[in-house]
């Protein structure tokens, strides 16, 4: 069975996606911006109505739209949005920071994850922009860093799926990392695709 997980903007979006077969939620907001973190009184009803119906919820960290080069001011923002999250059983999170030259910025994902407990942890679509030579080692780097997986379109291009690389994705993190598969993935295709790259779940909008 293939894993579904949601991404959505508001409560409503949230009730009709787990009430449609939705199997995990990553909880957002402005999703025309890409997504950005979520408003506290959303966040505690989807945990609330989530939890009930044995749905986890994945919390965006994300101060703004953009890209994802941050200030220590953002930075300091994003702790106190994981910290209040937390608070309210979030079961984890969805971030990413890189550095100006396009590589994994650890000391800024350490920070913001290294008193993090009980949580999945996701590098959501800023891998993508991370030039591919460096992708193994960021791999690496975000394993060592207690990641569970890394949503990714395969391309830097938004809105395409490159399903050869992200098969190749997979082969790379040789199975240290899950590789959630996301970019115009929806209930009609979403078979088709995973049975394509070889992934057991995938993230869209339009995936119930």
């Known amino acids: 069975m293939i894993l579904k997980?949601?991404?959505?903007?508001?409560?409503?979006?949230?009730?009709?996606?787990?009430?449609?077969?939705?199997?995990?939620?990553?909880?957002?907001?402005?999703?025309?911006?890409?997504?950005?973190?979520?408003?506290?009184?959303?966040?505690?009803?989807?945990?609330?109505?989530?939890?009930?119906?044995?749905?986890?919820?994945?919390?965006?960290?994300?101060?703004?739209?953009?890209?994802?080069?941050?200030?220590?001011?953002?930075?300091?923002?994003?702790k106190e949005d994981i910290n209040f999250l937390s608070s309210i059983n979030v079961d984890g999170f969805a971030l990413g920071v890189i550095s100006e030259n396009h590589e994994l910025d650890f000391n800024s994902i350490d920070f913001l994850t290294k008193n993090i407990k009980n949580k999945e942890l996701v590098f959501h679509m800023a891998f993508d922009e991370i030039d591919r030579k460096h992708h193994k080692k960021a791999m690496e780097q975000l394993n060592n860093l207690r990641f569970n997986r890394i949503l990714s379109h395969g391309t830097p291009y938004s809105g395409n799926l490159d399903i050869d690389y992200l098969r190749e994705m997979i082969s790379m993190s040789n199975n240290t990392l899950e590789i959630l598969p996301g970019g115009g993935i929806n209930s009609h295709n979403v078979n088709q695709i995973c049975n394509l790259i070889g992934s057991q779940q995938a993230h869209g909008t339009h995936i119930v």
Do not use: Q, W
């Open 5 to 78: 997980e949601a991404c959505v903007a508001d409560f409503e979006a949230l009730k009709t996606a787990v009430d449609s077969g939705a199997n995990r939620i990553e909880l957002n907001s402005n999703l025309a911006e890409g997504g950005t973190t979520p408003a506290i009184g959303t966040a505690k009803m989807a945990v609330d109505y989530c939890h009930s119906k044995n749905v986890k919820v994945i919390a965006m960290i994300r101060p703004r739209g953009g890209n994802f080069v941050y200030s220590k001011n953002e930075l300091d923002v994003m």
